[in-house]
């Protein structure tokens, strides 16, 4: 009984509740990430692409390390998996060719959304999953002048993220 109680703190200690951001997303928490922005402006939205889907899963599961704030399904569902006001673990490794080389940690001062894209991360995405992420970047774009809008590839260069066929205009111009 003791020890049940005890877990039961412990596991609280490492989640904090949060509520959504975007009305369109439903909410699944990822234990990946730090609290607050340690002060950073959020300035950057970062787009990925996921190999292979089943990014949900891989976003909570211990091994991983990973994780964004929000996941669009190729079915076009949204879920958002770490608040906006926390970090989460995306985009922490920036290539010495990239722009973005030398300044603080962007997993502070970006957000990041996950495209389950197909197993060679290359597919035409599905109309209803662009639709879907049209939506989710305009509102951020709403709520965050100004916000620039950047890919993975571009900070950690060479990288395939997010992957060939990614319509990025659409999103740009969301
Ligand atoms: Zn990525």
Known sequence: MTLILLL???AIANVHSWTLDYAGAKQISSP????????????????????GGGTIEWFKNPA?????????GQDGSVTQMVS?????WHNGVVTTNSQFYGRPNPNLW???????RNI????????????AGIRLVADIKRR????????????????????PNFPLARFKNA
């Open 8 to 10: 039961s703190i412990v």
């Open 32 to 51: 990946h990430f730090n609290r607050g922005r340690q002060g950073q402006a959020i300035t950057c939205l970062v787009l990925h692409g996921t190999a």
């Open 64 to 72: 991983s390390k990973v994780s964004a704030h929000y996941v669009v």
């Open 84 to 88: 906006e006001d926390d970090t989460a």
């Open 110 to 116: 970006c957000m990041g959304i996950e495209f389950s």
């Open 120 to 131: 060679q991360n290359n597919n035409v995405m599905p109309e209803v999953q662009i639709q």
């Open 144 to 163: 965050y002048k100004g916000i620039n809008i950047y890919t993975h590839d571009q900070f950690s260069v060479g990288r395939t993220c997010p992957g």
